[in-house]
């Protein structure tokens, strides 16, 4: 007589052959949520739903079809704007990570400056951008350069911060096994501190998206030659919202654009470096 139960770890067995869902289903799994969620909240918006809630006015908040209209009918100049904020932005970005990570590693070598670093750093992030901007754009000047110069200040102490905590927290037991091989302070650094970090550093890079932009923007309020920032403060003198939101609707695209680049570079990393998942 066959007992039911002895269908059990047949069917656990079956379910554990199963084929994983492939990367296009996971990727369709993931976004669908949001997705649904902006059409919902763009369908709202066209309606004229929030309008009646919160008593807006469609000169002040003009609905989608308006801002996309603006947009492809202002192309050339909003883009051109944007593209100026983005070299900025991807610049201070680069610079700030890269300085921020190359302090985190000679701390982390040599041990000098560790007490200080929270101090310091945790200072810098702290300075409102509203206050470092003008003084950057009065030394530097309108053009490019004092833009990056704050993103890079923005950027560098994140990075920082987060490098010199993922360097430093390192498994005992591997940094001991490290040792008895007799490996030096370079081959510990390369081996072991800089692939247990990732996590972190890319935790930096993805935050560091946000202070990029925004950065970038705010201080081109305080004078520049392009940039999203005069695009948007001159819109606003003129009163022509739709092309502030058209400005807006842009950079919040890029945004997205460039943290999915940084996701992706992190899963690209994590198959090479599993301590990196």
Not at 67 to 96: D, F, K, P, R, V
Not at 106 to 130: E, F, K, S, Y
Request: charged residues 10%.
């Amino acid at each position: 007589m066959r007992m039911p139960a002895a269908r059990l770890p047949l069917r656990r067995e079956l379910r554990a052959d199963a084929d994983p869902p492939s990367a296009l289903a996971q990727v369709v799994r993931r976004a669908a949520p949001p997705l649904a969620a902006l059409v919902v909240l763009l369908a709202l918006w066209q309606a004229g739903v929030f309008h009646a809630l919160f008593g807006l006015q469609e000169y002040i908040v003009p609905k989608p079809t308006g801002i996309w209209s603006t947009l492809t009918a202002n192309w050339s100049s909003i883009w051109s704007a944007q593209w100026t904020t983005l070299q900025e932005a991807l610049a201070g970005y680069l610079l700030g990570g890269g300085l921020g990570f190359g302090v985190a590693l000679l701390i982390t070598a040599t041990g000098a400056g560790r007490r200080l670093l929270p101090g310091v750093a945790g200072a810098l992030n702290a300075v409102p951008i509203v206050a470092t901007a003008p003084i950057a754009v009065l030394y530097l000047g309108f053009g490019m350069s004092s833009k990056v110069v704050i993103v890079l200040v923005l950027t560098a102490a994140v990075m920082l911060l987060n490098a010199y905590k993922g360097l430093t927290s390192v498994d005992r037991d591997h940094l001991d096994l490290m040792h008895s091989y007799a490996a030096t302070r370079w081959q510990v650094i390369v081996k072991l501190r800089i692939p247990s970090a990732l996590p972190y550093i890319f935790t930096a890079l993805r935050y560091n998206v946000t202070l990029a932009l925004v950065g970038a923007i705010i201080a081109e309020f305080f004078g520049g030659y392009g940039g999203v920032g005069i695009e948007m403060e001159q819109a606003l003198q003129g009163f022509s919202m739709t092309v502030v939101w058209s400005a807006m609707l842009l950079v919040g695209v890029t945004g997205i654009v460039w943290f999915q680049l940084v996701g992706a570079l992190e899963w690209v990393t994590s198959r090479r470096y599993p301590s990196a998942r």
